[in-house]
């Protein structure tokens, strides 16, 4: 079965970090593009970060330089770190495979003091 699952989403206070986990199961999210999206209440769902198959890395420049994306190939998870929070990263968090167009259910991400 092919599946994304998120986990990792919560409640942090301005400046504060989360690290989210994409798992994949059914596919091998080495061979294939990995990305993180999110979508803040009211807003389109917009691109975070990805890496191809030959873990070339891009970023929204909201985030460059404060979200890194990384990949584990032993455990096939997808791992999107975030530092120095703003209440404008507010949303939630998907994941997304190129294999089949897949998306993960999503986790919430909430900064707020």
């Known amino acids: 079965q092919v599946q994304l699952v998120e986990s990792g989403g919560g409640s942090v206070q301005p400046g504060g970090s989360l690290t989210l986990s994409c798992a994949a199961s059914?596919?091998?999210?080495?061979?294939?593009?990995m990305a993180w999206y999110r979508q803040a209440p009211g807003k389109q769902r917009d691109l975070v970060a990805l890496m191809n198959a030959d873990g070339i890395r891009d970023y929204a420049p909201s985030v460059k330089g404060r979200f890194t994306i990384s990949r584990d190939n032993a455990k096939n998870t997808v791992a999107l770190q975030m530092t120095d929070l703003k209440s404008e990263d507010t949303a939630v968090y998907y994941c997304?495979?190129?294999?089949?167009?897949?998306w993960g259910q999503g986790t919430q991400v909430t900064v707020s003091a």
């Open positions: 997304y495979s190129g294999f089949r167009a897949t």
């Open positions: 059914g596919f091998s999210a080495t061979q294939f593009v």
